[in-house]
């Protein structure tokens, strides 16, 4: 797979043998979890936002509802930053200095335009429904014209983009690998659980197996 053409904004700066800029790394960054963070500006007030997405190919989408202040200020065409991060363990050194986080994180600079014909937002609504829990959409009802319209669809190409990756134990001076400090890494993983049935429920269908087997 190609690479992102790293620019002046999205080169990496601190220890830039960690950046990246493969699509195959950036894509299992994105594709292995679901919630972003959505950096904008108002009136010079910087907004960091925390929510859903979905990707395709090279387009990222973001949903919402229609009222939503983050979701009008982006379609109205406003710069955006999205971030996504993975924290896969803490690394502990022998100085408090050298202490780290294993980590895969993608930036993603650009705009955001609405998605407009009902069509392609439905398909949107399927690829971000898809992308939190693979199997559900073909599941579940599928929205209605009215919930359609009351719902914001954006599109963030992916052009500018990064990631940022670090992996392995820690790096520590020289003179502190005989300091008597445990030091290593405490690996860390997101894992589902048992999941818990409605207590609404008033028919009682077999958990699925996309949900039996869920791994994102
Ligand atoms: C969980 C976690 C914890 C971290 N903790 C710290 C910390 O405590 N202190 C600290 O200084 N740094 C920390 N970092 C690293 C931090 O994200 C930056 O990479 C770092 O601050 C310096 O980058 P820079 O000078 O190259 O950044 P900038 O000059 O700010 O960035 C230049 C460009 O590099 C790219 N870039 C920078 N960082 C990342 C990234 N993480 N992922 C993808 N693209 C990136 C972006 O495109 C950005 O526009 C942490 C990262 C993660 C994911």
Known sequence: MSQ??????????????????????????????????VGFNVDGQPYVIPTNYGRAGDT????????????????????????????DGIVLARAAFHHSVNYRAVVILGTAPLVDSPAEKMEALRIFTEHV???????????????LKATTVLALPLEEVSAKVRTGGP?????DYSLPVWAGVLPLETVPKEPVPDSQRKSDPPVPDYLKHYRH
């Open 60 to 87: 990222l989408y973001l949903h919402g509802s229609a009222a939503s202040r983050m979701l009008k200020t982006l379609s109205e065409g406003v710069p955006v930053c999205v971030t996504v991060t993975h924290v």
């Open 133 to 147: 829990m693979k199997g559900r959409w073909d599941d579940v009802r599928q929205p209605t014209e009215q919930e």
């Open 171 to 175: 790096l520590d001076d020289e003179a």
């Open 4 to 37: 992102f053409q790293p620019t002046e904004r999205t080169q990496v700066k601190r220890l830039p043998k960690r950046g990246r800029y493969d699509r195959e790394t950036v894509y299992q960054i994105l594709d292995t979890c679901f919630v972003c963070h």
